[in-house]
């Protein structure tokens, strides 16, 4: 498969071989969906310890740059590497690689036959292959630690949305990810339980968590971000810093998309 | 009134049906999850054979099916699934038969409920880095289960009633008795009653039971 030696290619040709402290490598990644052409030519580094915003208007490919980072989207042309590995094709290999990513999704898929204190605890038992106490135990102290310790017994459906959305963070954080990916953790939510999620991530960054977030939250954008990316029509349109970004922004496109969002 | 059921083994031929049933209704669950987890297998060969299995299957009449299991894995390439008594030899060749037709039903019944959890459950799943089976295994199946008890409980009843055409090959279950009883007695329709009555005695509960476990094993979303 042409993306496997991608990433030693662009290493022996000498352009942007990946630092020490680079995670997640995408270079020239392409995808269609049928004539719609969502990602092109993307290239995107992000740095271990470091908080990605990406931003954009719906359908600009941001979601879908967030998934094909853990191949729940594959590409069609370019080279993705997590941690200098490529990533790889279906397979053992590829599950090894997904426990090392977190993820975090709209509409928070939990287990919906599980209590949520189950679903904290399934990948670290199935996958990381903990035992059944040691599992336990962790899950009930991230539990406590996204402020949901109280609902371990309960299953998903009798949770509110935030409160799904965190215990969704805790069973990301049971794996000991290398880097969580949000897909847009906080559209499906009431506006109330807004901020209770966004607490938990700004948290995550602070803690030095390496956090992909694609969201429509500026304020988090702003106040959590190393890193603006703004997307548009399946390229990367700007990257800045949030600062940078908000006050000054270079291209047309991010003017008008700042100008429609912020002004009402 | 009843005078004329001296003389026959009324509950031990209803006994073979039920045995028939249990191991059938085991059988043709095992069996017909494997092809449910085929049928949405990455493999498209296994995709392709599960699907060929069922159009087939599900399409010849079971009569025939059994009649086959009898005239052609036994007596032509003389299988005996480990018998040496014909009455064992017959009853685990329609046990097979009632396996294999059933089975395609069963898998219809769990694809419909696969169908029922949201694609995001898989992709959940995946991205914490669990294998195909291991996704299939711990959150599709479980719920699609407990979306199908329903279904499956009217699989279970048509297989009950459908143990009487393993009497085509000479299985002594209920409606083996019931011929042989109408040969020989003069009350017709109350020997069949006694046979309508039998068998509702044996589906009713069963469709009352998993209609209750259907209403208590339902996922909240």
Known sequence: MKPMS???????????????????????????????????????????????????????????????????????????????????AEGRELARLRADVGMVFQSFNLFAHKTVLENVMLGQIKVRR????????????????????????????????????????????????????????????????????????????????????????MGFARSAANRVVFMADGKIVEEATPDQFFSNPRSDRAKDFLSKILHH | MFDFLEGYDLLGAFWVTVQLAVYSALGSLIWGTLLAGMKVSPVPLMRGFATAYVNVVRNIPLTVIIVFSSLGLNQTLTISLGADVIEDINFRLAVLALVAYTAAFVCEALRSGINTVPVGQAEAARALGLSFTQVLRLIILPQAFRAVVNPLSNVLIALTKNTTIASAIGVVEASYLMKDMIEAEAQLILIALVFAFGFVVLTLPTGLILGWVSKKVAVKR
Do not use: W
């Open chain 1, 6 to 88: 991608g990433v030693s290619v662009t290493k022996g040709a000498g352009d942007a071989a990946p630092a020490a402290d680079d995670l997640v490598v995408l270079s020239n990644v392409n995808k269609h969906f049928g004539a719609l052409h969502v990602l092109q030519d993307i290239d995107l580094t992000i740095a271990r310890g470091e908080v990605v915003v990406v931003i954009g208007p719906s359908g600009s490919g941001k979601s879908t740059l967030c998934r094909t980072i853990n191949r729940l989207e594959t590409i069609d042309s370019g080279a993705i590497s997590i941690d200098g590995k490529p990533l790889p």
């Open chain 1, 130 to 217: 903990t035992d059944k106490k040691a599992a336990e135990d962790k899950a009930h102290s991230l539990l406590d630690r996204v402020g949901v310790a109280t609902q371990a017994d309960k299953y998903p459906a009798q949770l509110s949305g935030g409160q799904q959305q965190r215990v969704a963070i805790a069973r990301a954080l049971a794996m000991d990810p290398k880097v969580i990916l949000f897909d847009e953790p906080t559209s499906a939510l009431d506006p109330e339980m807004i901020n209770e999620v966004l607490e938990v991530m700004q948290q995550l960054a602070r803690d030095g968590m390496t956090m992909v977030v694609v969201t429509h939250e």
